[in-house]
């Protein structure tokens, strides 16, 4: 205190040169009370400084990895708000770039609350996000270390207290050996695939199914006018589950996915009773990861090489020319694509990945590390990553939805 004015703030009420000495008066005290306390309250004043920030900020790092879908940034978004809601500035979000990339090469950055504004409806992901093929996360590099060491550590240097994983089923095999290595994770599951374990309903794939009928629908008119067979190549390698939903959603009458090999002539002698029924078309709804029985009965090894040398740039082509041999008719083929995973995310995936996002920040404010958050029962719940990773939930040949469409006489394929 200003040995003049002992009460109130001393610089602000006197002029220059006596402020100047107040300063000297105050740095001298300053001093004295340095020296005064001695080598090793010293040194704890300076941990003290240096950890200051990182002792009363929780850090959390964020990623999305793998396809991109819709409802990424929305449950980004459900993720901060909730977070900022429940620890305001005592929680810092970093972003990492690219997904695991990022995680991989130090490459995140802080971000700030009005990042997540304005998101709730943006296709894509605000992070970006790239394939890192679980297989290669342990590989031993030359005189290198592994992409998993790079990734732990990254999170040792930025002293990560947990880190926000959102992705598909090659995400969270990564996801639970970060946890394995003792890296506080949550995750929530994405894909346009549906196919991930452990959860009811992934996010992306109401939005995807959405534009899939979409194009079915549209379909219909231009098959009608024509009399043609259309085939509509639907995404999904190892799940049929987008193809059966949209399928059935759009009026397809044959749906062909990867869990039920498909036999040609089944599917043309569907498609030939529909014309003597007096039916001008016939859409035929197929996953990308479509297989015929044949192919089936194939050991891995045989399929792969087999697929290799198949001279169609999809299996959709070769199926068309199948069933054009078969029943003399027009067949055209319609790959909607990458259009699937684009534009915003439906009002039921921003609902989804809200709930998700805010269930993710509770297990985060609990501690409950190593979980997926998930729907069951219609409920979000957590499940032990260990449980999901490596875990494929594909469509039950013998479930409701396949006896549905069977019921209703829609030719499955087989
Ligand atoms: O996993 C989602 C998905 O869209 C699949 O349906 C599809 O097979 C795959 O990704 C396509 O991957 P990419 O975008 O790398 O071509």
């Known amino acids: 205190k200003c040995e003049r004015k002992p009460s109130g703030c001393p610089f602000a009420f006197h002029n220059p040169p006596q402020r100047q000495n107040c300063k000297i008066i105050i740095q001298n005290s300053i001093l004295q009370f340095w020296k005064q306390l001695g080598e090793k309250a010293q040194r704890d004043f300076f941990d003290k400084l240096k950890n200051y920030r990182r002792d009363e900020t929780m850090k959390i790092g964020m990623l999305t990895s793998g396809g991109d879908c819709q409802g ?3 449950a980004l978004r459900g993720v901060a708000k909730a977070l900022y809601q429940e620890f305001g500035t005592a929680v810092t979000i970093y972003g990492i770039r690219d997904g695991y990339r990022g995680l991989i090469e130090g490459d995140y950055h802080p971000m700030e609350p009005q990042d997540f504004s304005d998101i709730l409806t943006r296709g894509g992901t605000i992070l970006g996000t790239s394939r890192q093929p679980f ?3 342990q590989q031993a590099e030359e005189n290198e270390a592994t992409k998993l060491e790079k990734m732990l ?6 002293r990560f207290d947990c880190l926000v994983i959102l992705g598909g089923n090659g995400t969270h095999k990564t996801a639970n050996l970060l946890s394995e290595h003792g890296i506080p994770v949550v995750t929530l599951p994405k894909t346009i ?16 199914m959405n534009i899939a009928v979409e194009v079915i629908d549209s379909i219909h008119s231009t098959a009608f006018s024509h009399s043609r067979v259309f085939i509509v190549e639907i995404m999904g390698h190892k799940a049929g589950w987008l193809t059966l939903h949209a399928g059935i959603a759009s009026g397809a009458d044959v749906i062909v996915i990867p869990e039920i090999p498909y036999d040609a002539r089944a599917i043309a002698a569907a498609i030939q009773q529909r014309a003597r029924g007096g039916k001008r078309f016939s859409i035929v709804a197929v996953a990308e990861g479509a297989i015929s029985r044949e192919e089936a009965a194939m050991s891995k ?6 697929r290799a040398a198949m001279p169609y740039p999809s299996i959709s082509y070769r199926l068309a020319d199948e069933l054009q041999k078969i029943t003399s008719q027009e067949i055209r083929v319609t790959i909607p ?3 699937q995973r684009g534009g ?5 995936d921003r609902l989804l990945c809200t709930r998700l996002g805010v269930a993710a920040a509770e297990l985060i404010r609990e501690g409950k590390f190593g979980n997926m958050v998930a729907v069951q029962n219609d409920r979000i719940v957590p499940v ?31």
Do not use: I, Y
Request: hydrophobic residues 40%.
């Open 72 to 74: 990424l940034n929305a």
């Open 135 to 137: 297989k290669t996360m």
């Open 153 to 158: 550590d990254t999170c040792r240097r930025a």
């Open 193 to 208: 695939d549906n196919d991930l374990w452990g959860t009811q309903v992934t996010f992306g794939f109401q939005s995807a």
């Open 301 to 306: 090894k045989d399929f792969k090489a087999a």
């Open 337 to 339: 694509g990458h259009f």
């Open 344 to 348: 915003a995310p439906c009002a039921a």
């Open 384 to 414: 032990p990553l260990k449980e999901v990773a490596g875990r494929l939930k594909t469509v039950p040949v013998d479930g409701e939805l396949v006896h549905a469409a069977r019921e209703l006489g829609l030719c499955m394929g087989d």
